[in-house]
């Protein structure tokens, strides 16, 4: 078996790399799972890319996929926020109005 972050050979059955350390199999870190991964993007939204690329527990189409879905949902985010924001900026200006009735 190859380990997924140094390129060592180690053995079949080891949870953890003999020279790096790395968590084989199950014991791969939780960001780089699809649970971590999801949880990421409420956290640190798009830069979670970052894990997705470099997870060693998703495949290559699972990770386009997972790029596409949080470029999205960024992109969706975004324009929701601007929307937002002209809406506030419609009540702050006219508030003064308001306040004359
Ligand atoms: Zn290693």
Redesign the pocket.
Known sequence: MI??????D?NEFDNY??????GQGKHIPMYYKHIGIILLFFIIGPFNLYFVWRSPALKKPAKIIYTIIFLALTVWFCYKTYLLFLQAQEMISSFPTNLMF
């Open positions: 380990c997924w972050k140094c390129q060592n180690i790399c003999k020279y790096c350390g790395a």
